[in-house]
């Protein structure tokens, strides 16, 4: 069986791995994770795991979607996922638009 986004050659045993080969990453140093990790994850503070938590997938709806042309450009240069990364910033705005609005405050006045 072969997988339609590479053309590569996939056993049924790897398909059901998913994206990683934990058995291969079990194997690896963290030197050798570090080494082949991407550049984003490169800089992270040592504590940034500690206040992470965990989002679970919800279920994607296909839809058609009209955007600028320089928009999706703009997007597919950024790289691979780029769709997913669409998502994350309508997801953003959405919940900020959710938030409740706080009292605007008064201007206070200058003291001269």
């Not at 590569?8 to 082949?36: N, P």
């Not at 994850?41 to 919800?58: I, S, T, Y």
């Amino acid at each position: 069986m072969s997988d339609a986004r590479t053309g590569k050659r996939v056993s049924d045993r790897e398909r059901s791995q998913g994206r990683a080969d934990l058995t291969r990453l079990r194997r690896m140093t963290e030197r050798e994770i570090a080494r082949t990790s991407p550049a984003e994850l490169a800089d992270l503070p040592p504590r940034f795991w500690e206040e992470a938590h965990l989002v679970v997938p919800v279920p994607k709806q296909p839809i058609s979607l009209r955007v600028d042309q320089d928009v999706l450009e703009w997007y597919r240069r950024q790289g691979p996922r780029y769709q997913s990364r669409m998502n994350a910033v309508l997801r953003a705005y959405m919940v900020a638009a959710a938030r409740p609005e706080r009292p605007k405050q008064r201007a206070r006045p200058r003291s001269t």
